[in-house]
């Protein structure tokens, strides 16, 4: 234990991250992630560009919540108006909800739902020993399952039109080559993606770039690196 984990009344049930309180927790803050958040490299490349092109004010659409990191820089450190956030691990929630109230956060929206082209019946999310690994797919590691739950499926273009978001963060571990397309980002200033070339291959890439171009964002490579892609209007 180092010295950001203490406070005066002895050892803290918080670790210190780019200004933020992260609770402790031993299924999701594991040793490499806590190390990671103690030298400020979870997520740090999300964390750079978001840095570098979202403004106090904003209204964030984020997809893929993870662990609420990054919605909670958005509103701690960002400043910005409200984000709402769309996470399909119902074990995250929780936790999610806990970060968020350990620093203040009152203007993040926590939607355990999936969003995908269309809207549909409610799909089986398969709960594993490892929450982290958590998926819609049964077929990797079907031993693990230790649950398996239902979570609603909301349509992109319903949740856009309602939300009217100026910027969008992205991570939906290759998803993002399917539902990018189908949401109309017109309205967007900026657009944060990690893209998973790995899994959604040249032409995924591609379909997520003709997207924000068709939507009038163009590539801004100022706030990008490596899988992570910044798009922005009027730079």
């Known amino acids: 234990m180092d010295g950001s984990d203490l406070e005066q009344d002895g050892p803290s049930p918080f670790i210190r991250s780019r200004g933020m309180r992260i609770p402790k927790h031993p299924e999701i803050i594991t040793g490499r992630i806590r190390r990671a958040l103690r030298e400020g490299a979870y997520e740090r490349k999300e ?3 978001v840095g570098k092109v979202v403004q106090p004010g904003d209204t964030v659409l984020e997809l893929g919540g993870g662990i609420g990191y990054m919605s909670a820089l958005l509103s701690h450190n960002r400043k910005v108006r409200r984000v ?5 691990n119902p074990m995250l929630i929780p936790y999610m909800q806990a ?3 350990a ?3 009152e203007n993040v929206e926590l939607r355990n739902a999936l969003l995908a082209p269309e809207p549909g019946p409610p799909v089986d999310f398969h709960i594993r020993r490892n929450f982290l690994a958590s ?3 049964r077929d990797s590691n079907p031993d693990s399952i230790v649950e398996t739950v239902q979570v609603d499926c909301h349509g992109i273009a319903a949740a856009v039109a309602e939300l009217k978001p100026d910027v969008l963060v992205c991570d939906i571990e290759g998803a993002e080559a399917a539902l990018l397309p189908a949401g109309d980002w017109s309205g967007l200033r900026v657009a944060v993606i990690e893209l998973h070339p ?6 995924g890439v591609q379909a997520v770039f003709d997207a924000m171009h068709k939507a009038g964002l163009t590539y801004f ?5 490596a899988k992570v892609v910044t798009f922005r209007k009027g730079w």
């Open 198 to 203: 790995q899994w959604i291959g040249q032409a």
């Open 47 to 49: 964390c750079d560009a």
């Open 221 to 225: 490579p100022r706030a990008s690196e």
């Open 84 to 88: 709402v956030t769309y996470e399909a």
């Open 99 to 101: 970060l968020h109230a």
């Open 103 to 105: 620093n203040g956060i």
């Open 135 to 137: 998926s819609m797919e």
